[in-house]
Each structure stands twice: as C-alpha cells, then as structure tokens.
C-alpha cells in the first residue's frame, strides 16, 4: 500500500484559522491602541473643570461662594452658561475691581485658556448658553440690512442707533460696542449682562444676532466713512451743524440785543 503523503484538510479548517487570527488582532489593537476620540475628549474636560475649580477658588469664589451658589456680595453663577463666563472674564469685568452700580470694562487678567477653564467649571454647575463657535458671529452670509433693522428696534434706545452707549439710570449706562470682539457682543445677547436683557434664540434667531453683530461692525469699522466729518458720536451727520446752530444763533441773539439798545438810546436823545 503506498504511504499518504499528506492527510486530507477539512474544508473549515482555513476559515477558523482565520478567524481566530482576526480575532487576536483585534484584541491586540484594542490592548495597544490610543483611547478612543470621545474617551479623550471627555478626559480633557475633566482636567478643564478640575483646573478651573481651582482658578475659581482664587479669583471668584470670595464673592459667588465656594461652589457658585452666590453670597451677598455676588449673584448664584448656576445656570448662566459657559458664554457668560467667557464674556465677563473676557472683558474685564470680571472679577470685579470694586462693588458699584455697574462694573466696567477694564484690562482682562486671565489668559484665554484660564478663561476657559473657568469656563468649563461654572458650566458644570449647571446648564447654560454655550460659548458660540467662529462661524455665529463672522460676516460671513450676515445680512447687514437686516442687523441694522434689528438693532435699531431692540438695542438703540439704550446704546445709540450706532451703538456708541448712552447713560441709564442710577448710575448706570450702556457701553460703547465700538471696538468690542464680535463674539463678546454674541455672547452679551446671549446672557444679558448686568443691566442688558438677554435675547435667546426663542427671540433673536442665532442668525439675527449674527446679522446685528455685522451691522456694529459696517458702521463702526475701521473703513467707515463719515461725509459730514466728525460724528458726533452717531447722534448727528455733521457735528459743524450743531456748533453753527448754537453759536449761529446764539450770535443773532446778541446782535438782535444790541440792536435793539442801540434804537432805544437813539429815540431818548
């Protein structure tokens, strides 16, 4: 009898082979492979609000409490969002130099990144608008006709019609928007600082604001002309006309004076 020279495979033999291979590859990548995107996002906003905790302890906490429940000298920081936080502190106004009828805008002492760690923190506490991404607020497809109509209904009675502010009551005022960030402006209508309302998107659309945000940037550009010279603050086209109007008239008033002294001295001689 001849001696087989190989023993005949099963027809699966290959395909368990094969998978067995696919499956300690698997396990392989799944020992050695970096976390997943979602896991390592999640890791650096731990670390965020872990950091910004500790930012909060030092700068914030001696007014809005130890866990921003708010104290006496400082409102309850639950809920107002990440934008707040990234606005306030953006600006200067926070923390604040002294307690007043209004605190204003002053020279920012935190770096953006210490900004969004803060950030990150006082949104943990509660739910609240979100800091908006580039494209909310960039001229990009914004209708500047649109914004100008929106500002000019919602926002001129207390910052001027140009956004160049304007005094309220009590002490308070409306600051100038000429030369804020587009995106502190964003974030104002968003959280409503102070004595500002707030405009959610259930009352200005997000591309209302973006259209608003574009029109303070059209009319208090760098490149904006102004045809009748200085603007008098935006009250007025030509502020020469207002200073011809009071000493112009002023002036006749002194000449219709003298004129008139000079006839009634005349008639007593």
Not at 97 to 105: E, K, T
Not at 153 to 182: E, I
Request: glycine share 14%.
């Amino acid at each position: 009898m001849k001696k087989l020279s190989a023993r005949r495979r099963h027809p699966l033999a290959a395909l368990v082979v094969l998978l067995f291979a696919l499956a300690v590859t698997g396990g392989l990548y799944a020992a050695f492979a970096p976390a997943d995107k979602a896991q390592a996002d999640d890791t650096a906003q731990s670390l965020a609000i872990k950091e910004g905790k500790k930012l909060f302890a030092v700068g914030c906490a001696s007014c809005h409490g130890t866990g921003g429940q708010g104290t006496s000298d400082g409102p309850s920081l639950v809920g107002v969002g990440a934008a707040a936080v990234d606005f306030q502190v953006g600006t200067g106004r926070m923390p604040a130099q002294q307690p007043g009828a209004q605190v204003p805008r002053k020279k920012n002492i935190y770096s953006q990144a210490e900004i969004d760690q803060l950030a990150a923190y006082v949104a943990s506490l509660g739910a609240g608008p979100s800091v908006p991404a580039k494209t909310d607020y960039s001229k990009d497809g914004a209708d500047i006709g649109k914004g100008g109509e929106l500002f000019r209904t919602n926002c001129a009675q207390c910052h001027n019609f140009t956004g160049k502010g304007g005094a309220l009551t009590n002490g308070k005022f409306a600051p100038s928007l000429d030369g804020v960030d587009p995106k502190h402006i964003y974030e104002a209508m968003e959280t409503g600082p102070q004595n500002m309302p707030s405009f959610g998107d259930g009352t200005l659309s997000k591309a209302n604001k973006k259209d608003i945000v574009a029109y303070l940037g059209e009319v208090n550009g760098d490149k904006t002309a102004s045809p009748g010279g200085m603007d008098l603050g935006g009250l007025g086209p030509v502020s020469e006309g207002l200073f011809g109007y009071i000493f112009g008239l002023g002036a006749l008033v002194a000449v219709a004076i003298w004129v008139a002294a000079r006839t009634a001295k005349a008639k007593k001689s």
